[in-house]
């Protein structure tokens, strides 16, 4: 093993503690310019009156597909007929819609304001931030950590340092900014409240989930399954359960 | 799922079970009257009088309010609802009046002054409020449904009818809207409707016996020999998803086996195979007889009537 290297305290009172501390008040910083761009809550939710219809009728028809044995078979038709039936079927998606409704997702200004917002507030801090450790603390080690590990850790631990002698133990600065910007989010639920913490994570998954729901699609599938299901009334089959249940009410 | 629904029917049991203790100590300044609101108020319990007099005395007590902090806005709007369905309108008033001084413009003030209306009695000027937030709104259940509310509490069915279709065009999936159509399809006697709005039920919720039951009796009151024996099978269902306790159901399945009989005169083949009736008439005898044994001769009587026993 190469001989300790010996860090400056200097280092650890000029770079160490000051990145840390920047980096929790960017944090919070950032939280309450978010606070401050989000659009009020009572403008946003002002869903289209036919994404609510159709995801009503989607767990409509749902509720016939999964439960249909418990209704007679007449009844079971004429619901059968009503959202299956050609055109004028309630799960009937013209063509047109369909495609018409992906592209509505990404030209609805709305959303993609509050987008940008969101993303504006993540990244300009930071590559504020980063560009700020590049340029004052670039290439030198902050810290090391009291443990070894292996040669792996190197790429995450030693950013921007290209030696290969190095300990892996040791930390370059730029590396220490990685940690905190993604190490501090217990920190932040702690100061900002649970609910409240940062979480770039979550973020990303919410940007994701958020676009893949497709009313129109659910609708052509829950026809599809509708369409194929065949109807097995099970309240014949109950009047003979029915008379066990009582034989064993009787027998008692 | 029929697991999850006992386990939540039963935490359900333990959850009131807790407001009604809270409430007792509560009542007898034992405090913890906060904690007996928060849990009334998740719990959706209408208990209105323990709900205005906790209540009003935790917001008439300055230093109490101050501890509530920003939580004190969910109690003025609980206590104004407690106040309104107790009659007292000028509390009801005077919380309202707090609350659209801090939170102007808010919907949901608006619905509480809405309600307000309402419980003076005042139809017209209640309908204009809702019809204010459906404009800015037109998704807004709880406005939707205190018009059909307004509506049902004129007197006017045909017009609660007309406002619950409008509204289950829109949402569909929201099975309590159609209980109450249903209900309000019973009271008018048009029972083909009704049935339909059963089955809607019992589509949405097939474990649920009460459904099931009452889609027998529209059933039977329709009449009928296809009806009948369709109801007799709901009414089977029903005993089954009970475990035969619902004596309903077992008078039920007794009465359409013998308005069957009295239809088909004893040619049909198939009714007489089954057991059922006479297993239910059993049931009924032996449950009259361990609760109330004074009416087990009329049962056994109206029985014999019906050449069940």
């Known amino acids: 093993m190469a001989e300790e290297l010996v860090l400056d305290t200097a280092i650890r009172d000029w770079v160490l503690v000051p990145l840390s501390v920047v980096m929790v008040l960017i944090g919070v910083l950032r939280y309450f310019v978010s606070k401050l761009m989000r659009s009020p809550p009572s403008s946003s939710p002002s869903p289209d009156p036919k994404t609510v219809k159709e995801g009503q009728v989607v767990i409509r028809a749902r509720s ?61 801090p930071q590559t504020l931030t980063f560009a700020w450790v590049n340029f004052f603390f670039s290439g030198f080690v902050a810290a090391k950590i009291p443990f070894p590990l292996t040669q792996r850790f190197r790429g995450m631990l030693q950013n921007g340092i290209d030696l290969s002698t190095v300990d892996v133990s040791y930390v370059s600065s730029r590396s220490w900014y990685f940690l905190n910007l993604f190490g ?38 829950e026809k599809d399954s509708l369409d194929i299901i065949q109807h097995d009334w099970a309240l014949p089959k109950m009047e003979h359960h029915a008379e066990e249940v009582l034989r064993k009410l009787l027998k008692k | 799922m029929a697991a999850t629904t006992a386990i939540s029917t039963a935490t359900a049991a333990a959850e009131e079970a807790r407001l009604l203790r809270l409430e007792e100590q509560a009542e007898h300044g034992g405090g913890g009257a906060w904690e007996y609101l928060s849990l009334a108020r998740r719990l959706r319990a209408r208990r209105p009088a323990p709900v205005l007099r906790l209540g009003l005395s935790l ?37 309202i009046g707090v609350l659209s001084k801090q939170f102007p413009g808010s919907t949901r003030v608006g619905r509480l002054e809405a309600l307000l209306f309402e419980a003076k009695g ?15 709104n037109p998704f807004d259940q709880i406005a939707h449904k205190r018009k059909i509310a307004i ?41 083909k409707q009704a049935a339909f709005c059963y089955e809607e039920l019992i589509l949405a919720q097939p474990t649920i016996p009460l459904y099931h039951l009452a889609y027998a009796e529209v059933l039977y009151t329709l009449g009928g020999l296809e009806n009948l024996q369709t109801a007799k099978k709901y009414y089977a269902s029903t005993i089954q998803l009970t475990g035969g306790k619902n004596t309903r159901a077992l008078f039920g399945v007794c009465l359409c086996s013998a308005a069957i009989s009295q239809l088909t005169k004893g040619r049909n083949k198939e009714e007489d195979s089954s057991e059922l009736q006479s297993l239910a008439a059993e049931a009924l005898l032996k449950d009259y007889k361990q609760r109330s044994p004074s009416k087990e001769a009329l049962i056994a009587g109206m029985l014999k009537n019906m050449k069940l026993s």
């Not at chain 1, 501090?184 to 919410?206: H, V, Y």
């Not at chain 2, 005042?122 to 800015?136: H, P, S, V």
């Open chain 1, 64 to 124: 016939l597909r999964t439960s249909s044995q418990f209704i007679p078979a007449k009844a079971f038709k004429a619901r059968k007929l009503y959202y299956t039936n050609g055109e004028s079927g309630l799960l009937h998606v013209p063509k047109e819609d369909a495609q018409k409704a992906q592209a509505a997702m990404f030209s609805d200004p709305n959303m993609a304001m509050d987008m940008m917002k969101k993303n504006l507030s993540m990244i300009v």
């Open chain 2, 151 to 191: 509506a049902k509490a004129q007197g006017d069915m045909s017009v609660a009818v007309d406002y619950l279709n409008k509204y289950l065009e829109l949402f569909m999936a929201d099975h309590d809207a159609w209980r109450e159509l249903a209900e309000i399809y019973v009271s008018l006697q048009m029972y």
């Open chain 2, 122 to 136: 005042d139809w017209a000027e209640a309908e204009r409020a809702y019809a204010l937030i459906l404009e800015n």
């Open chain 2, 59 to 95: 917001l008439n007590d300055a230093s109490a309010r101050s501890r509530l902090a920003s939580e004190q806005w969910t109690l003025y709007e609980q206590v104004a609802v407690a106040a309104m369905d107790c009659q007292r309108v000028d509390v009801a008033k005077d919380c």
């Open chain 1, 184 to 221: 501090l989010r217990g920190l932040f639920s702690l100061i900002l409240g649970e609910e409240n913490a940062t979480d770039d994570a979550q973020k990303m998954m919410q940007m994701g989930g958020g676009m893949g729901f497709n009313p129109a699609m659910s609708l052509g599938a």
